[in-house]
């Protein structure tokens, strides 16, 4: 039997361990989903001029993904249960490389979509599976850290997916293919590539790490067990997902991270065709200026981190930063073109740095075993903005010719959000298990349970 004091510095020993060896891989994997997801964004004139792919057409192929993403999300989050986080994740990223290398022989405006939406099928579970996978091996206490850092590696991952595809678009009719289909075909491969080498990298349990000491997986299993012996409902923990959708608590919380996703997306896929209005601009300025909001979003969400630690509520800084989004979105839409990336990035730095402050939310007021398949339908009904922008700022382009007024809606879908924060229930931040907690309802972010 292990002393208590042992015990505390074999898991604090555990899960220093965990953050240095298998984060990297998850962070890896962030940046190839990234890659695949925003590759279109670049590629948008070239399929236009190449297979015919006009702006209404690419914003609703771009949005497609989210449709099929969100139809799938709760399936395969039901089998990443019944296969685990490894084994799902592996099939994740082999079957969206996979699709994504089939983009670089696309033909016409049909087999874009078909691609897309099986795109987003393929994609559907990944964020679920890496938030099982971190409750399976990292405490209470630290995963909401491990959960800020993917996050925040969403926007490193953004920040090099403009130099790369730029790079990659320069390749034009090398070995008689264009620069778009370089970059389709290289990204898919690479996404197949870290997926086959994430089975043989990540560990399923805990009790199969080599990297970890007895003592280590001794004192980090009895603490992930206890945490959800504590938990644990009187009928073993199963949850009715469908019963979870009419929890009010959790409505609101997919519309403002609906909103957030409005915003992110929109910049994901327009933010290349904004950049090219500056006068002298090439593919390979393009992909690097468009980098510039994203770089300047990782050190928001830096700082947004450590104000977060120190806040009692999250509120305040989630409303915060959704305002920052709304003020910057506001000014690129009436600013000149170099003056517009300005103010892109600061709305970039706002709404980028809402979404880690978003999940802090849902992660400290439900249990791990809850948490997955709560996080499953925030993040398909949320990622719907998915859909909403890149279509909803397609027709605008075909129809206007300018994006100014999807600038303007995404202004104002960000102030409602800041508004619908406040009507958001926090836990005390104490995270004491002892506590009387009241029945399930709405008010507590409780999902419903069935036998």
């Keep these: 039997m292990q002393s208590v004091d042992t015990a505390v510095t074999d898991l604090a020993s555990a899960v220093k361990k965990f953050f240095r060896r298998l984060l990297p891989v998850m962070l890896v994997m962030l940046v190839c989903n990234q890659l695949n997801r925003s590759n279109i964004g670049y590629a948008q004139d070239h399929l236009q001029a190449d297979v015919g792919i006009g702006a209404a057409a690419y914003g609703f192929g771009a949005g497609l993904f989210f449709i099929a993403y969100a139809i799938f999300e709760l399936p395969s989050n039901v089998m990443m249960e019944k296969y685990g986080a490894k084994i799902w994740l592996t099939r994740i990223m082999v079957s969206w490389g996979i699709v994504s290398f089939l983009m670089a022989f696309v033909q016409n405006e049909m087999m874009f979509y078909v691609l897309r939406f099986l795109l987003g099928a393929a994609e559907a579970g990944f964020f679920p599976a890496v938030i099982f996978y971190f409750a399976r091996w990292v405490p209470a206490g630290q995963r909401g850290k491990a959960t800020a850092v993917f996050i925040a590696g969403s926007s490193v991952a953004a920040a090099l997916s403009g130099p790369i595809a730029g790079l990659l678009l320069s390749l034009h009719d090398v070995l008689g293919l264009r620069g778009w289909q370089w970059l389709f075909g290289f990204e898919g491969v690479l996404s197949v590539a870290v997926g086959i080498i994430v089975f043989f990298f990540l560990d399923a349990k805990i009790q199969d790490a080599k990297w970890l000491t007895a003592g280590e997986k001794s004192a980090l299993t009895a603490t992930i067990d206890q945490e959800d012996a504590q938990h644990t409902s009187a009928d073993g923990g199963k949850v009715n997902r469908w019963k979870m959708l009419l929890n009010p608590q959790i409505l609101l919380l997919c519309g403002i991270y609906f909103s957030v996703q409005l915003s992110i997306y929109a910049n994901t896929f327009w933010l290349p065709?904004?950049?090219?209005?500056?006068?002298?601009?090439?593919?390979?300025?393009?992909?690097?200026?468009?980098?510039?909001?994203?770089?300047?979003?990782?050190?928001?969400?830096?700082?947004?981190?450590?104000?977060?630690?120190?806040?009692?509520?999250?509120?305040?800084?989630?409303?915060?930063?959704?305002?920052?989004?709304?003020?910057?979105?506001?000014?690129?839409?009436?600013?000149?073109?170099?003056?517009?990336?300005?103010?892109?990035?600061?709305?970039?730095?706002?709404?980028?740095?809402?979404?880690?402050?978003?999940?802090?939310?849902?992660?400290?007021?439900?249990?791990?075993?809850?948490?997955?398949?709560?996080?499953?339908?925030?993040?398909?009904?949320?990622?719907?903005?998915?859909?909403?922008?890149?279509?909803?700022?397609?027709?605008?382009?075909?129809?206007?010719?300018?994006?100014?007024?999807?600038?303007f809606a995404l202004a104002a879908a960000s102030t409602v959000a800041a508004i619908l924060v406040y009507f958001l229930k926090e836990r005390k931040p104490a995270g004491d298990v002892t506590e009387k907690a009241p029945a399930p309802g709405p008010t507590r972010m409780q999902p419903s349970t069935a036998k």
């Excluded at 601009?281 to 990782?298: E, N, Q, Y």
């Excluded at 073109?337 to 809402?354: D, E, I, R, Y």
Aim: some cysteine.
């Design 273 to 407: 065709t904004i950049v090219k209005q500056i006068p002298g601009t090439t593919d390979l300025s393009v992909g690097f200026l468009s980098s510039i909001p994203w770089v300047c979003a990782v050190f928001a969400m830096y700082f947004a981190a450590k104000w977060q630690d120190k806040a009692k509520s999250k509120r305040p800084l989630l409303v915060a930063a959704l305002l920052v989004a709304a003020v910057g979105t506001l000014a690129a839409a009436v600013a000149t073109p170099v003056l517009a990336l300005v103010f892109l990035a600061v709305a970039a730095m706002g709404f980028k740095s809402a979404s880690p402050l978003f999940w802090t939310i849902p992660q400290s007021a439900l249990h791990p075993l809850v948490l997955a398949p709560a996080i499953a339908i925030i993040n398909s009904l949320g990622n719907l903005g998915g859909f909403v922008a890149p279509f909803g700022f397609g027709i605008i382009k075909e129809q206007t010719g300018s994006v100014v007024p999807g600038l």
